[in-house]
């Protein structure tokens, strides 16, 4: 199991044995210590946002357990989580040979490699016996733009998470959530999607979610000033300087009389 990003070392490697479901809670216990969840406050009370929904997560942690090709000597599951996105890939492809990335999730076929463990899981209540999983982990990034990914071939299925604290939130009062339109999202969502449109892969992890939130703070007709800036992100004159001039660059700021600002539509 291992942490960092595609130019970097990993930050934290850890390997587990022993049984089932200890492989199964230690393999959730290093997700969640290896993530970097995002809050903010509402009203008294502090909420948390997870990079990795906890039920989706745990269903493809028990998908790798239960479905893997224990006969493929030498092999092992490997988790793997970057800075914006978290892969588990598990040793054995799709039992009848064909490529999840073909097939409609919704309609996948409940066929199970191990019965005997999936029946433990499922007695257990680790798992449901209906073989539903897949749906339900896409259904809960149901409000975000990026989707969890499914990839396989003869040796080894990957589920692919995007991460939650690097996607911009979506929710659309459509049927057809494809159309990205500004009269069919909210005004968080617009902003969100511009602002990963324009900074995406120009800035942290944590300073997109820092402006996620900032953004909620003020909306589109709060005036806010380089002082509110630099003690919502806890940073200096200079860098507090620096994100409005980034935000100001990419049009998603105005300067509002002299040295007040305000999110521009």
Do not use: C
């Amino acid at each position: 199991m291992t942490k960092g990003s595609i130019k970097e070392d990993a930050l934290d490697d850890k390997e587990y044995t022993g049984s089932l479901i200890s492989l199964l809670e230690n393999a959730d216990t290093f997700i969640k210590n290896n993530s970097k969840n995002s809050w903010k406050i509402k009203g008294m009370d502090r909420v948390e946002y997870e990079d990795y929904p906890l039920t989706a997560r745990r269903e493809a942690i028990v998908n790798a357990l239960i479905h893997r090709d224990y006969q493929i000597l030498g092999s092992e599951i490997h988790i793997d989580m970057y800075d914006d996105r978290l892969e588990i890939v598990s040793p054995g492809g799709m039992i009848d040979g064909t490529q999840i990335q073909n097939l409609e999730i919704g309609k996948v076929p409940s066929m199970r490699r191990n019965t005997i463990i999936s029946d433990v899981f499922s007695r257990l209540h680790y798992m449901d016996r209906r073989g539903s999983g897949l749906s339900r982990i896409i259904e809960s990034y149901s409000d975000y733009l990026d989707k969890p990914k499914f990839l396989s071939d003869e040796s080894s299925f990957t589920v692919i998470f995007p991460n939650k604290g690097y996607s911009p939130a979506l929710k659309i009062n459509s049927p057809d959530k494809t159309v990205l339109n500004e009269n069919m999202v909210s005004d968080e969502d617009f902003f969100f999607i511009k602002l990963y449109k324009n900074l995406g892969d120009k800035v942290r992890a944590k300073t997109l979610t820092d402006l996620k939130l900032f953004f909620e703070e003020y909306k589109y007709n709060r005036l806010f000033t380089r002082e509110d800036v630099k003690e919502y992100f806890g940073v200096k004159n200079s860098r507090a300087s620096e994100i409005i001039a980034m935000l100001l660059d990419y049009n998603m700021i105005e300067n509002k009389e002299g040295i007040k600002y305000v999110f521009k539509r």
